[in-house]
């Protein structure tokens, strides 16, 4: 079984959704790495090539007419390489960027998809995948009928395989940049600069709720707190709505999928659709004036107070140390 994995990065590195995704792939390929290639986009990304090439091979589209992930362009190579090298398995991180991409791939492939897959079992040659559905009030197990077969992979689903003592080939894929389409292109990127990590790679996340009044408190308490761990800050959505938040920090059914091995909630109450987001976390703390609050169902530590007293409290503890 061959796996191709589209690798997600940041110019220089593999994107820790991606590493999962190998994790996730190694898994399907019964442990052998050299069935799991990384496809490689972008323009001048040897580095991206390098460090994917630590994890088993490497196939390298390396264009300027690739330089920024624009869907049309990148699913039409894709799908090249996915019928070039007889590729069973499709499979990205689950995020906005496969959203984007391999599902207008499996369009071009005419395959079959699942998204979102948390796991998977066989039953004799069948794979039949798992993946949440209602805020992972229910986990669907779904067999896909066709090929190749498309999946996004939640990034808690799996490990970072271990990367090998020597590197893997690296092979240069030709890209035809006249028969690209054309459809798009890039205009700009509109970034919020931070010094943080982003949520979905951070070790600790500490997210902020509706207790917190405005953006300078959020900043202050849930920013502060997450410095001190280095860490990533989180949102529910009560606050991205209220514009306190932008929605690249919302975490839950409708944000990201979270896992950190620390996520302290601040001022949120728990609602299902916020659970659905991040209890899969190794430790769970929680901060609410609320002794009933339903986060605290899911909390393996609870402070019960009001975060206002609480959080500087615990900023003060962590900075003492
Ligand atoms: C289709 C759909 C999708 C959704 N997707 C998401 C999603 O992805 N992510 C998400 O988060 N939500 C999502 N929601 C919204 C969700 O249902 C909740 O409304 C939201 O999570 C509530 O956010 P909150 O906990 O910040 O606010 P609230 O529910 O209002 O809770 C605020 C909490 O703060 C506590 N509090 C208040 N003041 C203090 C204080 N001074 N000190 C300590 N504690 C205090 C209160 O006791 C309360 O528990 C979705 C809803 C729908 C319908």
């Known amino acids: ?24 792939s190694r ?34 589209g390396s264009h300027a007419d690739l330089a920024e992930p624009l869907a049309d362009r990148w ?35 005419g395959g079959a998809m699942a ?21 992972g009030a229910v986990t669907a197990s779904v067999v896909l009928h066709g090929s190749p077969l498309i999946v996004t992979v939640r990034p808690t689903a799996a490990e970072t395989p271990e990367r090998r003592s020597s590197p893997a080939s690296i092979t240069p894929i030709s890209i035809d940049s006249g028969r690209l389409p054309g459809s798009t ?25 509706r207790g917190l009044k405005t953006t300078e408190d959020f900043e202050r308490l849930v920013g502060g707190l997450a410095d001190r761990f280095d860490g990533a800050t989180g ?37 299902v659709q916020h659970l659905a987001g991040m209890k899969n976390s190794r430790v769970i703390v929680a901060v609410n004036s609320d002794p009933h609050a339903p986060i605290f169902e899911v909390a393996d530590y609870g402070i019960v107070g009001d975060l206002y007293d609480i959080v500087p409290e615990m900023i003060q503890h962590l900075d003492a140390d």
């Open 1 to 24: 079984m061959h796996v191709l994995v589209l690798a997600e990065h940041d110019g220089d590195r593999l994107r820790a959704g991606t590493t999962a995704a190998l994790g996730f």
């Open 27 to 60: 898994q399907l390929a019964n442990g052998d790495g050299d069935q799991v290639t990384c496809l490689v986009l972008g323009d001048s990304v040897a580095t991206v090539a390098d460090d994917a090439a630590t994890f088993g091979p490497v196939l390298l």
């Open 75 to 109: 699913a039409e190579v894709t799908a090249k390489v996915v019928q070039s090298e007889s590729i069973d398995i499709l499979l990205g991180a689950s995020s906005t960027f496969s959203r984007d991409i391999l599902g207008r791939a499996g369009g071009l492939l």
């Open 115 to 135: 998204s979102d897959v948390t796991g998977f079992l066989r039953d004799g040659d069948r794979l039949v995948w798992q993946r949440p559905m209602y805020a």
């Open 185 to 209: 292109g890039h205009l700009g990127l509109d970034g919020r600069p931070s010094h943080r990590p982003d949520v979905t790679e951070a070790r600790v996340v500490v997210s902020g709720g």
């Open 235 to 271: 949102s529910s959505r009560a606050l991205v709505d209220a514009g306190l938040t932008p929605n690249d920090l919302q975490v839950g059914q409708t944000g990201k999928v979270v896992a950190p091995e620390l996520y302290i909630a601040v001022g949120i109450s728990g609602a």
